[in-house]
């Protein structure tokens, strides 16, 4: 059986136009003409709703096993499916065991088997000398696996078992992925930077007031990030092995990101919806559940963030979903210093970079680079995911562009319903959201009320072949 998907507005990698997209058998057989319609196929007519490539989260922490009291497999990917996001690639430090060996992973093949609403994979882990030991060893048996790369922190993950990764943990773990084409994901903060700014807040004459979010932002400065930058940039002319640098915050970092670029460097860059909305003026304090790490900065900083993902330095966008149970967030005290760090945002990213990007003047095929095609090209799924394009999944989201609503914490549909987005007004909506041809959500009316979630859960796990 052939499928019609057809709209006056479907994002291509050509550009936005009228077309069909034919759909059998789970994947695209031809992006034909609007009125080329085969008279066996059955018809989705869509008229002006936006048709565009589901979209890919190479950034999100779904915790289980072992934490799913903070999210699990279930509500993530269900969350997931609300927004359009089609794949998840998970975080590899939240869960327990951290998935740094081929054990671990298959502890948490385990605990996802049956429970994904949207095809899924995870990072592998690099974990340093201190705290609980390296992981060379491990790394050669998680490549054979078929894991899309390997993530690390440059400072305290908030995880002990999940340790940092000094320089020449780096360069071990850069070595042994040289010619693999596996990338190495890095949060790129030094705690040298962190401890300094924070040693001279508590040395001050009057106590800190860790319930103001400038406090916290003074804790966690943009040095932290420049000097990760900068190493990570110096190791990336050493070995020939693609790094990608997760949720840049600091516009400050850009300069040397487009030397780098300039250089024909293997580095890539990924910024989060929270950098590109909120800023740090706007933050109430006591607000905990605006916290993250590195931090959100002032509105300069997320205005040149914004030029740079236009300019290109900047190649995509990932939410960096990362939530809690409620009390990590310290809602009695409201201290920053203490509180989990971490923002739950997956079902809205979409809709909040949409807001974003219309109220400057940019279009449809920007969301499909840097939250489609960009992002898959990371993972190594590019000709199975990201794009409306012959020979790819028939992942499919049904758009409404124009629709302004608000964010109702009743409708979230993460574990648990804390986020800084409560209340906000965006524009843009996900009417239906299609993995391999099969509507997995879909929303009966525009009132945030009658989203139904397919009730056969219908992921799998992707598995890159190098």
Known sequence: MTWAFRSTRVVTPEGLRPATVLVKAGRIVEVAAWEDVPATAHLRDYGDYVLMPG???????????????????????????????????????????????????????????????????????????????????????????????????????????????????????????????????????????????????????????????????????????????????????????????????????????????????????????????????????????????????????????????????????????????????????GRFDTAWGGIASLGLALSVVWTGLHQRGGGLELLAKWMASEPARLAGLTGQKGALARGYDADIVVFEPGVEWTVSREELRFRHRISPYAGARLRGRVLETYLRGECIFWRRGLDGVSGLIDPKPRGLELRRTV
């Open 55 to 333: 979209l890919v989260d190479t950034h999100v922490h779904i915790n289980e096993p072992g934490r799913t009291e903070w999210e699990g497999f279930k509500s993530a990917t269900q969350a997931a499916a609300s927004g359009g996001v089609t794949t998840v690639v998970d975080m590899p430090l939240n869960c327990i065991p951290e998935t740094i060996s081929a054990a671990a992973l298959e502890a948490k093949r385990a605990a996802a088997a049956g429970q994904t609403w949207v095809d899924w994979t995870t990072w592998g882990g690099v974990v340093g000398n201190t705290g609980a030991g390296g992981n060379e060893a491990e790394m050669a048996g998680l490549m054979e696996t078929g894991l899309p790369g390997f993530k690390c922190f440059l400072v305290h993950s908030g995880v002990d078992g999940f340790a940092w990764a000094d320089e020449a943990q780096l360069r071990k773990a850069l070595a042994t992925l040289r010619g693999s084409g596996l990338p190495l994901l890095a949060h790129a903060e030094l705690a040298g930077p962190v401890e300094r700014a924070t040693a001279l807040i508590q040395s001050l004459e009057n106590p800190a007031d860790w319930r103001a979010y400038s406090t916290y932002l003074a804790s966690r400065p943009d040095e932290a990030e420049l000097e990760a930058i900068e190493l990570l940039i110096g190791l990336a002319v050493i070995f020939d092995t693609p790094i990608h640098i997760v949720h840049l915050a600091t516009a400050r970092a850009l300069p040397a990101i487009r030397k780098a670029r300039a250089a024909q460097l293997k580095l890539t860059v990924e910024t989060c919806p929270h950098y590109l909305w909120f800023t740090a003026e706007e933050i109430p304090d006591g607000s905990t559940e605006y916290k993250c790490a590195p931090p959100i900065r002032d509105a300069a900083n997320r205005d040149a963030l914004w030029q740079a993902l236009k300019e290109g330095v900047i190649d995509m966008i990932a939410t960096d979903h990362s939530p809690c149970t409620p009390e990590l967030k310290n809602p009695e005290t």
